[in-house]
């Protein structure tokens, strides 16, 4: 695992939560710089402000894409999984529900009828 600094950061988002236990909390979603080693990529993805410490590893993917898109749907799945554990998630100094489509992976365009 990486140490994931403020210079190797590509990409972030902010968001508002309320913990089970009724605290708001500031939640940061934060993704590295995909990296190569041997067989593949990895990319970093740290979120904190969960009512829980856990960082996974550094996701890996056989390119920088793959990894980065499977860092993504890491990040969605923990803050689903909060939001099912009796968490709430709202954009950042609002009460506007979060969109979870926001980190929805969709590649193929929708059919025609």
């Known amino acids: 695992m990486t140490l994931l600094d403020e ?20 939640i940061f979603v934060s993704f590295g710089r995909p990296y190569e080693v041997s067989g593949g990529f990895r990319c970093p993805v740290r979120i904190t402000g969960l009512d829980y410490d856990y960082t996974p590893p550094d996701i890996a993917g056989w390119d920088a894409i793959q990894a980065l898109l499977l860092a993504i749907s890491t990040a969605a799945s923990l803050l689903d999984d909060f939001v099912v ?14 969109e979870f489509s926001d980190l929805r992976l969709d590649f193929r365009a929708p059919k025609q009828t």
């Open 7 to 26: 210079d190797s950061i590509i990409a972030k988002r902010i968001l508002d939560g309320i913990k089970p236990d009724g605290q708001r909390t500031r």
């Open 85 to 98: 554990r009796g968490g709430k998630v709202f954009y950042p100094d609002t009460e506007t529900p979060y």
